[in-house]
């Protein structure tokens, strides 16, 4: 059993007796059972009211400061290793944080640090969208300091960046799109698993594990990862100011060290996160700027029990739901899905 079904299984457990306690409180708070939201209130008491937090990285200036953001791990939703664990990369902190800078006058620079070998398309282009959103209605400068690795999804969402600094030891690069997926009707059949699939058209099973993949499935399916790559390619044309030609002979998947993206010209300049730093503030003129950086303690897990409560508040039963569906989506449930990803799936 792999270790995220643990995570679930645990997570399950915690919430079951949580739910206890809620109904206890629900009872104390509300007797008459008569209001429907009585969990989202209590869930809010029991994980408080915490809103975005901020940590001060460097004293500065206050009424200009510079906030320092960070993509850390596969860009994908619900990756945080367990809901009471912050660190790692957590899609929806982040959007979060995009959407705060947008609401503060204050900050006059986003440094963006990525370690990342990139994640889902779907939310790689989220983000990319809200950073192209900040930089037209703030023309906040935007740098990136790219980590250990930046590639794939990392890359896609530092394109548009105004400046892009990588290490020489910087894995970047890996622009295309990868869609897995494994065919185990050979192996079905030698342990006498037989598949007994009901569709309503052709392609409904499209993708399916337990069947071999015909030519039809295979260009649907290609189609939607050449649309895909094709939307890469554009990403990084635009936002490196390069001709579509010159990005496809550079976008086939393959990876280049800091040094060879720069040489290339994927990556401005060679230094790491401080030098970044130092740039942003010299480029831009705000050398006595504050840097700072957005903290949350108990917000993710309770926005994510709220969104489940909210799913089910008008419906009976609402702490079981709750509780069966984040197991749900905590489990090891797979499907073929397009990713900017490096290294596969």
Request: aromatic fraction near 6%.
């Given at each position: ?23 206890d409180l629900t009872l104390k708070v509300n007797p008459t059972g ?179 993949m015909t030519k039809e499935d295979q260009l649907i399916l290609q ?118 990803l490096y290294g596969g799936e």
């Amino acid at each position: 059993m792999t270790t995220k079904r643990w995570t679930a299984i645990s997570i399950a457990i915690g919430l079951f007796i949580l739910s206890f306690i809620i109904s206890d409180l629900t009872l104390k708070v509300n007797p008459t059972g008569k209001s429907d939201s009585t969990l989202m209130e209590t869930a809010n008491t029991l994980l408080g009211q915490q809103e975005l937090g901020e940590t001060i990285v460097s004293k500065g200036s206050q009424s200009e400061r510079i906030v320092l953001i960070n993509v850390d791990g596969a860009i994908l939703a619900n990756q945080s290793s367990s809901l009471l664990d912050t660190t790692g990369y957590n899609h929806t902190f982040f959007m979060e944080q995009l959407e705060a800078i947008k609401n503060d006058d204050s900050v006059k620079g986003i440094l963006l640090s990525i370690n990342s070998p990139g994640g889902g398309t779907y939310e790689s282009a989220q983000i990319k969208d809200k950073i192209d959103e900040l930089q037209k209605t703030t023309e906040i400068p935007l740098y990136v300091s790219m980590g250990n690795v930046a590639a794939s999804g990392g890359y896609y969402i530092a394109a548009s960046a105004d400046k892009i600094f990588a290490s020489n030891e910087t894995l970047t690069g890996s622009i295309g799109v990868i869609m897995s997926n494994l065919n185990l009707s050979e192996l079905y059949k030698k342990i006498g698993i037989e598949d007994t699939t009901i569709k309503s058209g052709q392609y409904k099973d499209i993708g399916s594990t337990s069947k071999k993949m015909t030519k039809e499935d295979q260009l649907i399916l290609q189609n939607l990862v050449d649309d895909s790559y094709n939307r890469f390619v554009t990403v990084v044309a635009e936002g490196r100011n390069k001709d579509i030609k010159e990005v496809k002979e550079l976008a086939d998947g393959r990876i280049y060290d800091g040094a060879q993206a720069k040489k290339v010209g994927l990556v401005d300049q060679i230094g790491y996160q401080e030098e970044a730093l130092e740039a942003l503030k010299k480029d831009n003129q705000i050398e006595d700027a504050e840097v700072f950086q957005y903290s949350t303690g108990s917000l993710t897990f309770k926005s994510f029990i709220n969104s489940k409560v909210s799913q089910f508040k008008s419906q009976k039963n609402t702490s079981e739901k709750v509780i069966i569906e984040v197991a749900k989506e905590l489990s090891d449930a797979k499907s073929p899905r397009m990713m900017y990803l490096y290294g596969g799936e």
